[in-house]
């Protein structure tokens, strides 16, 4: 199958992205829940420094793979399944 000049681009980004085993951690976590708070994602990957997780959260959301809600001055991220399901074939447990 061959693939167009975007989709290989977009590919590169979300491999780029998940080549960090923070990320992949954050991703997991998302891959069990439907959406979560920033506070909650700190909590459960043990990140101290909220400058930290944001950095890797905002690697995560240039390449597509969350999904970020606002809700006054809460954050809410979610997991877009579809596009990790395209380029990931690793399964989540």
């Known amino acids: 199958m061959k693939l167009d000049e975007n989709t290989i681009q977009q590919a590169v980004k979300v491999y780029k992205a998940l080549g960090e085993p923070t990320r992949i951690k954050i991703i997991q976590i998302l891959y069990k829940t439907e959406e979560l708070s ?52 690793i399964i989540w447990e």
Do not use: P, W
């Open 38 to 89: 920033c506070n909650e994602i700190e909590y459960k990957t043990c990140i101290c420094a909220k400058s930290t997780l944001s950095h890797h959260m905002k690697q995560l959301a240039d390449c597509g793979l969350i999904e970020l809600r606002k809700d006054g001055i809460y954050h809410y991220y979610s997991l877009n399944k579809e596009l990790l399901n395209k380029f990931v074939t």
